[in-house]
């Protein structure tokens, strides 16, 4: 078969996106990729072993300036879609605004539509199209979609084989705080807080994804220290994840998703403008499974991410109870069985 891959905007669509794609490709299937022009630079597709094309596919408008030429930006987005999709078997979207050309030009070529949904609340884009898709994959369990199997998120081989053998109780007390490559202002301010307030942060080791605009600012105000590592970006996440013997983070699927094959216990932020609270929910899911503590959307303060962390850095037991939590809520064979379900249509 040919298949061709949608996916683009953030790591949370593009790194599932690129598990499909290996997969397939290890299936000998021919796969080729779609994603935004602004995606071209993205790691995992930079060295990809498979055809990348790129598109200006544009967001929602926001207001009456975007309204506008929204239809004509549309529109060509759809027609630089055509190609790749006429040549396809069929088209795999992973969800956004990302893949809204591709999957229009995939209904006026009669090709065949599969949609993944990573989040517990279905994005817009997973609503609208549900209706021709010959399936629909979900990460979390969802409601009034049809044709929804809920296989888990794709993930990435380098992250499958760094997890394995992974032993969370054989980790040291390190901490990881991930807030996206451009960081997260709510999570860089409890963090700074957290350690200008707290002594007894000196004593563990601390990862803090604070973004690449932040560097200068976040080390400005919490000084040269030793055991506090910041980066914007990091090619090797895997290696973190390893070493983590909890994770402060957003609750984006990607990110739980590896947190959980990683088996790491979570203390989680939801974006509190996540569309249609869809991180929240996302959070929620990981937190009646008993794998994760919830702080709320609004608070900044260090003080009750400083308790949540004393607790499961203080108490092995009960940090190893979530680190179970979290492995079991991991589903090993997402890519897999998505393959099996798009060869067998």
């Known amino acids: 078969m040919k298949v061709l891959v949608v996916a683009g905007g953030t790591g949370g669509h593009i790194s599932p996106g690129c598990a499909m794609a ?24 930079k060295s990809a072993t498979f055809k990348v094309y790129s598109y ?38 992973l969800g956004g605004y990302p893949t809204i050309p591709a999957l229009l030009a995939a209904l006026v070529l009669r090709k065949k539509i599969f949609l993944c949904e990573q989040n517990a609340i279905p994005g ?24 929804v199997s809920v296989v888990g998120n794709p993930v990435r081989a380098k992250l499958r084989s760094a997890a394995a053998g992974h032993s969370w109780a054989d980790k040291s007390k390190s901490i990881l705080i991930l807030g996206g490559s451009q960081g997260a202002r709510q999570l860089n301010e409890m963090m700074v807080g957290l350690f200008l307030d707290h002594a007894w942060t000196e004593k563990y080791t601390w990862f803090l994804q604070c973004g690449e605009n932040n560097l200068e600012s976040v080390r400005a105000k919490i000084g040269e220290r030793s055991n506090v590592t910041l980066f914007g970006f990091h090619a090797n996440i895997q290696e973190l994840y390893r070493q983590a013997h909890v994770l402060v983070s957003r609750s984006g699927a ?12 979570m203390v989680l932020v939801p974006l509190a403008s996540s569309k249609d609270g869809h991180q929240l929910a996302n959070a929620r899911i990981c937190e009646h499974a008993g794998a994760a503590q ?37 589903h090993d064979n997402a890519a897999a069985r998505i393959a099996e379900a798009i060869e067998a249509t």
């Not at 490709?25 to 602004?38: C, D, G, M, N, S």
């Not at 200006?56 to 060509?76: H, K």
């Not at 817009?124 to 409601?143: D, G, S, W």
């Open 294 to 330: 919830v702080i709320d959307q609004r608070d900044s303060s260090p003080d009750r991410l400083a308790a949540i962390l004393q607790e499961l850095l203080g108490d092995k037991t009960a940090a190893g109870k979530m680190a179970e939590a979290s492995r079991k809520l991991f």
């Open 254 to 265: 990607g990110i739980l998703t590896e947190a959980m094959l990683f088996g790491l216990p």
């Open 22 to 45: 290996e997969e397939l490709r290890r299936r000998k299937h021919e796969v080729e990729f779609l994603t935004l022009i602004k995606n071209e630079s993205y790691p995992d597709l």
């Open 124 to 147: 817009q884009v997973t609503r609208f199209f549900a209706r021709f898709a010959a399936q629909i994959f979900a990460t979390f369990p969802v409601v009034n979609l049809p044709r």
């Open 56 to 93: 200006g596919a544009p967001p929602f408008p926001s207001g009456l300036s975007t309204l506008i030429p929204y239809p004509f930006r549309l529109m060509r987005a759809f027609l630089d879609a055509i190609g790749p999709v006429r040549d396809a078997d069929a088209v795999l979207g």
